[in-house]
């Protein structure tokens, strides 16, 4: 399909006549190309492209030599308008979507404000009239700190997949260890090592769970 040379300026209507009178000037050629647009089968697209054909061509070719010379003059300056409604509508729904993340972004950081409030005070739940906060526990989670220090027994093998085998690195991190402070008769949550716990975890290089979370559930 060749391409339209575009006018220039963003719009520029020399024939003192509207899109909208434009469009309605020419309502059948645009009729044709709705219906070329909207066509549920090849065939009924074929016979749009026909039917659209002709109308264009009576319009530019048939008629009084003047009308001829001014219907041609408005058919490139309704191309021009369609093609800038196009640019202003792209426009129009990207700084939509930008709007829309903004919006996303406002409200995550508002939620995590409540959040971070609610776990730094130990409340959890905060209770409206009809809408409440609340703190759930969170699933524990695998965190990576240095792939490269992982030692190889977590790997999977043979070589050249090196894949870090997540399932035997949780295992051995859950893996309870008894507390090396541990008088059960006299252990307590000042213990710094398992803080009243009387065991304590495997430690992996290069990872650990992370424990004791917290979630936040709006409604």
Known sequence: MPKTKTSPSDLTIHVDLSFEALMALFKEIGEGVTKQLDAGTVEERSAAEVETREAVMRTLTEGEQAQIVERRDQ???????IEERAKRIRRTVQNAEKLARRYESFGKNLEQSVFLGMLNANIEVIEGELHRF????????LEIIDESTIPEEFFVTPEPVRKLDEDKLRAALNEQIPCPNADFLTHSTE????HGAKFTYREVP???????RKRLDVK
């Open 75 to 81: 058919i490139v300056e309704m191309l021009f308008a």
């Open 134 to 141: 609340k703190l759930y526990k969170a699933p524990n989670k």
């Open 191 to 194: 213990c710094p090592v398992c």
């Open 206 to 212: 290069g990872a650990y769970i992370e424990r004791d």
